[in-house]
């Protein structure tokens, strides 16, 4: 019997959840999340009524299958070592800058 | 007289052009004057090109020289989530604040490639989040018929701008009905095309399975003309289909009787005024003798709740590519709306979870998907409201993130299937604009259009100006 307090997604999943997705939340904002999502979570929860065991995927509903290209360069598609960095925030010496994972 | 130049179509302004009428760049002129008198209160775009008038002046020397391209000198409005060589792109996000593209989405370079100038970048609920407008770091766009009220969105700046008269069509992707929501609360036409009809390639990836190209337009006939351009296999994109194009705008009559299928779950506790006047649409097409049938798609209840964890899903790992390194700012900068979204996809694809989220909704696909071709069989066209509701005030909705997204509940249907829709302008209610949707079958855009053709024939919306406050 699920007690009031309870909450379809805890304190806890949201902080979980946010660290897998990266997202640098503060302690306020997963609160804040915390019952938002819970509401979503068990309004979505309807899902659970469809009978599906006999059903199989839908990952996509393009015709496609199967689509390859030659491994050959497109010289048109290719960006210039400028264009590339053209946007980073931090670079050095043609390189993207990215935080320390080694001592 | 510059009045009179941007209240033209798009056919009346090509039909100027090629007669020496009028120039591109006394088009030009005259949008941009406008916008710059209007945009201040409307924030319809986020970048506004003054270079739009150098290439204006290039094209009317192209055409006086024998240059034939099917949309030369013609101004046109992006949504900020397409890829623009050269322009700033921010998908309406702080995360994106100074990033310039270095190419252009394969939908704007067939456009280009046709001579059309880009005018500017549209505001959008940022990353396509929304289906009011006001998910955006831009500032929220005013409905042009009603301030203070919404327009609509993901879409929102396209929508408006073209309802505004700030230019003759405008891009716009509909990922769950984010063209054919700000089609209808601002009296224009928003299309969505089959899943696979318009590259996706160089537009920011929302949901990849949902994710439709298309645009927004003042008439039917601009609709199609401009799909006749943006449409066909790009090699960019594997998804993008084989089937070939149609030339859509010269195939806008309707040559038989056709079956209009009604869904009931659609209507079931509609607004009753709402209703009305989706049923009077419905009487016009009647009246032209096509067959008005019930059918019912039962798999229409768990749509949203499908589409909620497929879409999120996608979501999650669509931007999980913006970590501020080879690009933009970091993912601090994202509002709440993204960060719910990309939450609610990790943990619906999280293990423990995924089974019962993520598995169960592709599943719920399969079976919407069946409803769908079920009713497929008996018409030709399914047809009913594009929202529950009339366009409401800012923050009126806002309170309950879980009330906006019901605003979607008529629209992803189609998104989730990948059949064409379009949502084309009918009676106003409550001195409000109001979209009547009509869905097609898959790669059958044709249809869709000489529907909604007869639709504009006889009611004539876009002929409604808005008042706009300077």
Known sequence: ?103 | MREELTELTLKETLEGLEKGSLSSLQLVEAYISRINKFDKKLKSFITVREEAKIEAKKADEARKSGVKKKLLGIPFAVKDNFLTKGIRTTSASYVLDNYIAHYNATSVQRLLDEGAIIIGKTNLDAWGHGSSGEHTDYGIPNNPYSYGFVTGGSSSGSAAAVAARFCLFGTGSDTGGSNRQPGSYCNVVGLKPTYGRVSRYGVIAMASSTDSIGHLTRTIWDSAYVLSITAGRDEYDATSSFTKPDQYHELLEVKEKLTIGLPKEFFEGLNKKLAKIVMTAVKILGKQGHKIIEVSIPTIKYAYPIYAVLQTSEVSSNLAKFDGIRYGNGREKFQDEAKRRIMIGTHSLSSGYADKYYIQAAKGRTLLINDFERAFAKADVLVGPVYPFAPFKHGEREKDPLQMYLSDVLTVPANLTGHPGISVPIEFMDKMPTGFQIIGKHFQEKTIFQVAQIIERELMMYKIKPQLKA
């Open chain 1, 1 to 103: 019997m699920k007690k009031l307090k309870d909450k379809t997604i805890s304190f806890r999943e949201v902080k979980h959840t946010a660290d897998l997705a990266r997202l640098p939340l503060k302690k306020h904002e997963i609160k804040k999340f915390e019952s938002q999502l819970s509401n979503i979570f068990d309004y979505v929860g309807q899902i659970d009524e469809m009978k599906t065991e006999k059903t199989l995927k839908t990952s996509q509903v393009s015709e496609a299958k199967n689509i390859f290209r030659e491994d050959k360069i497109d010289a048109t598609r290719i960006f210039s070592q400028e264009e590339a960095l053209g946007n980073a925030k931090r670079k050095m010496n043609g390189f993207f800058v990215v935080k320390a994972i080694l001592e």
